[in-house]
């Protein structure tokens, strides 16, 4: 009985001990050598999805800025066939004009904060005074509509009055890597009773269409007195959503900033860390830049579009640094500089004028990402 009952035993215990070590470690310690690899390749695929998420935010910022920027010139269009903009009726175009005289007699700064429609300040010689012309523009389908919405849109000028909105400009990082913030023009010697600053408000509304159909063109007119003495120079602070911005007669540090839009600045000088740039436009200069006298301080100047053209003329005698860079364009230029046009990226860094020597004095920065850029030599 003693020796039955034990033989009984052993396939009861020994056996099934024997199956749980031989058989199930293997597999655990087969499934614990291959982790290291794997994780590898994982935290490969993790970059995968942020990177289209990046891609995908920045498509669609420029898929709705060029939507807006679409309905900003449809606002302009007279109403034909009877067709208006979903959401709205059958709407009609109203606009409403209005200016302003200015009591300054010289202008150290100007500020202009907008949000959808043009901006355009400029030097005319028959002005008598100072003033601002600014027209708005609703899609609206009665008169008694647009009316209501024309109150509900604010520009505000000062001088004469003071400011009772917050200015809608934003805080931008400049190339300099040094935090500027429109709302506080800090130009050195610039005196804040000679600042102008035109401040519009958009109204509040949950519909984007009929947001986007209000606009707001603002024009500046100066006389030649007003400008700045020689060898002083004007403060010129501009953003613009949607619009086009123009510049002309002026001269001093530029930082005009647009969304989708071009940027024209003519006849025009401008001073050290001028600043041009636009998502969806053209750039265009034709004018002088400063050149710096000390031989151990150089100038800096930037123009820049995402998405679209930079046409630069220079007068005078540029000898200046040039830095262009292109992802996708060319580069073209009236000055003998070395550039191989590929249809890819391109890119130059050196004398504007190899002919001339050592540049010095000045660096010229021009940024495309997808566009050309030309260089052009003033004829005199």
């Known amino acids: 009985m003693g020796s039955g009952s034990n033989r009984g035993q052993e396939p009861e215990y020994q056996p099934e001990d024997?199956?749980?070590?031989?058989?199930?470690a293997p597999p655990r310690t087969a499934r614990r050598r291959p982790a290291p690899p794997r994780t590898r390749p994982r935290r490969k695929r993790r970059s995968w999805?942020?990177?289209l998420a990046g891609c995908g935010l920045g498509i669609v910022a420029t898929v709705v800025l060029a939507i807006a920027a679409v309905l900003f010139f449809v606002i302009r269009l007279p109403q034909q066939n009877g067709l208006g903009i979903p959401g709205l009726g059958n709407p009609k175009t109203f606009t409403r004009d209005s200016s302003t005289q200015v009591p300054l007699t010289t202008?150290?700064?100007?500020?202009?904060c907008n949000k959808i429609g043009n901006v355009s300040v400029k030097v005319d010689p028959n002005a008598n005074g100072v003033t601002v012309q600014h027209t708005k523009?609703?899609?609206?389908?009665?008169?008694?509509?647009?009316?209501?919405?024309?109150?509900?849109?604010?520009v505000e000028i000062q001088p004469p009055n003071n400011l009772s909105n917050a200015l809608t400009?934003?805080?931008?990082?400049?190339?300099?890597?040094?935090?500027?913030?429109?709302?506080?023009?800090?130009?050195?010697g610039s005196n804040p009773d000679n600042a102008l600053i035109v401040n519009v408000t958009m109204p509040n509304t949950t519909n984007f269409l009929q947001a986007s159909s209000h606009a707001v063109d603002i024009t500046v007119k100066l006389p030649q007195a007003a400008l700045p003495a020689s060898g002083s120079f004007m403060q010129l602070d501009v953003e613009d959503a949607i619009g086009d911005i123009a510049m002309d007669g002026l001269s001093g540090v530029f930082n005009l900033r647009g969304g989708a839009g071009n940027v024209k600045v003519e006849h025009a000088i401008l001073a050290d860390n001028s600043h041009l740039e636009t998502r969806q436009g053209d750039v265009l200069f034709n004018g002088l830049i400063e050149i710096s006298k000390n031989a151990n301080q150089s100038f800096r100047y930037f123009m820049q579009s995402e998405q679209g053209n930079l046409n630069v003329t220079l007068s005078g005698n540029p000898n200046v640094t040039l830095d262009a860079n292109t992802n996708v364009g060319a580069i073209h230029s009236d000055f003998p500089i070395n550039v191989n046009n590929n249809g890819g990226p391109v890119n130059y860094?050196?004398?504007?004028?190899?002919?001339?020597?050592?540049?010095?004095g000045a660096s010229l920065i021009l940024d495309v990402s997808t566009g050309n850029i030309k260089i052009n030599q003033a004829v005199a």
């Open 107 to 112: 202008i150290s700064s100007i500020q202009i």
């Open 49 to 51: 999805p942020a990177l």
């Open 349 to 360: 860094h050196g004398p504007l004028d190899p002919t001339v020597g050592t540049a010095l």
């Open 18 to 24: 024997s199956y749980h070590y031989h058989h199930a």
């Open 137 to 154: 523009m609703v899609k609206a389908a009665t008169q008694a509509e647009a009316e209501q919405e024309f109150t509900r849109m604010a």
């Open 169 to 188: 400009c934003t805080k931008r990082q400049t190339p300099s890597t040094q935090t500027t913030t429109l709302a506080t023009p800090t130009t050195s």
